[in-house]
């Protein structure tokens, strides 16, 4: 399993973004949505957030809040829980493992918890959930399996079948998805695995298709979430000093988000979006976590009450309230944080992405998929 490190990103992000200016009034309210040490990913249309706090190297405790205090979701014999998404019926997807260490998927909804088995023959984790009951799922290959011809990636439907996301055409490619739409739209990044570099690039998947998306001329390139638009977030790697700039593709087309001079040193990722293009994600040279809304990085920093005590950093999610899912610093505690505008925003959401139609991926039925859903994901009682 690859995992993306962006401790480096994150300090610099919590270092520099304390020092913006603050304007004459605050724009956001800064609300607790999990316990100390905990940090968020994800939030839904409802602003109901999900977020984690660790308990070792690869353990964590998982917990759910809709801003008014915060529950544990726990899966019987477990000795970890790690809450990924939320999907806008308060459906929450998430990994846990075993007392006897095998690693397993759950959902939770309204109190009781599902149990979903992995790929067949193949150890992963699951990533993301959509409002129908896809879940995008990572996967290794069979034991014995050449890398070169078995996909990581796969849409789990409903019915609990497994459908495999393809690859880009690079020698002994791979495809690490990181994001699932309501439409069944799939970013993420794909390339040849060889280490210690990984030259990937982004892309979208429709309805079994995968088109690459635009970049700068180098590598790697990542693809980190989707809205319904068709719009996907993400970094573009820049020639200087293996630097990055966070982006935003519409349309087949590449708008840099991140759009200080090289001599900036810029280094930057745009970690999600909401269906108004709105972009959050955290940048270097002072301004730290950061929302985007057409014209520049903003420092959400600069956007909060000065006088509150919080320090904001690592924005993981935004929905289309402009309610952002970011970690929030108070006395040198961590906290999952929700950050609320005071004012509503009145924008008009951005076409579709022509050319990116998606259709039932799977021949299947209400009915059918009910009874194989069922019978796939039993529920799991204390």
């Known amino acids: 399993m690859l ?6 990103l994150f300090l610099l992000s919590l270092a520099m973004g304390l020092a913006q200016a603050h304007p004459s009034y605050p724009e956001y309210r800064v609300t607790i949505v999990g316990p100390p040490d905990s940090t968020p990913t994800d939030i839904n249309q409802a602003g109901v957030v999900v977020s984690n706090v660790p ?3 690869t353990t964590s405790r998982a917990y759910i809040s809709r801003g008014t205090g915060y529950r544990e979701i726990v899966m019987p014999d477990s000795t970890s829980n790690r809450a990924v998404a939320i999907n806008d019926k308060g459906v929450v997807l998430g990994n846990w493992t075993a007392a006897s260490g095998e690693n397993r998927g759950f959902t939770f909804y309204r109190g009781t918890r599902r149990d979903i088995p992995p790929v067949p023959a193949r150890a992963g984790v699951f990533v993301d959930i959509n409002n129908a009951g896809y879940i995008l799922t990572l996967a290794g290959p069979p034991p014995g399996a050449p890398t070169d011809i078995s996909p990581f990636a796969f849409l789990r439907a409903p019915n609990g079948s497994f459908r495999p996301i ?3 055409p690079y020698e002994n490619a791979i495809n690490q998805a990181e ?11 794909s390339g040849t695995f060889f280490r210690p570099e990984l030259p990937f690039n982004a892309y979208v998947w429709t309805n079994g298709v995968i088109r690459e998306l635009p970049d700068l001329g180098y590598t ?5 979430d989707i809205n319904d638009r068709g719009q996907v977030s993400g970094y573009v790697a820049i020639a200087e000093f293996r630097q990055q700039r966070a982006a935003l593709w519409s349309h087949g ?3 840099l988000v991140d759009t200080r001079p090289d001599s900036a040193m810029p280094f930057s990722t745009g970690e999600a979006l909401n269906n108004y293009g709105q972009v959050v994600g955290s940048a270097n040279g002072g301004i730290g976590a950061f929302i985007y809304r057409g014209r520049r990085m903003e420092s959400l920093q600069a956007k909060i009450d000065p006088t509150s005590g919080w320090g904001i950093s690592f924005p993981r999610a935004i929905n289309d309230a402009g309610q952002i899912a970011a970690t929030g610093y108070r006395a040198g505690v961590a906290y999952a944080v929700r950050l609320d505008p005071i004012r509503p925003h009145l924008m008009a959401p951005p076409p579709l992405d022509e050319g990116s139609e998606a259709g039932p991926l799977l021949e299947t039925t209400p009915a059918a998929d009910a009874a194989q859903a069922q019978a796939s994901a039993q529920p799991v009682t204390q």
């Open 3 to 8: 995992v993306r490190n962006r401790i480096s």
């Open 55 to 57: 308990t070792g190297i």
């Open 166 to 168: 393809g690859i880009l």
């Open 179 to 189: 994001a699932l739409n309501n439409r069944n739209q799939v970013t993420g990044e």
């Open 220 to 224: 790697p390139n990542y693809g980190l």
């Open 253 to 255: 087309r590449l708008t």
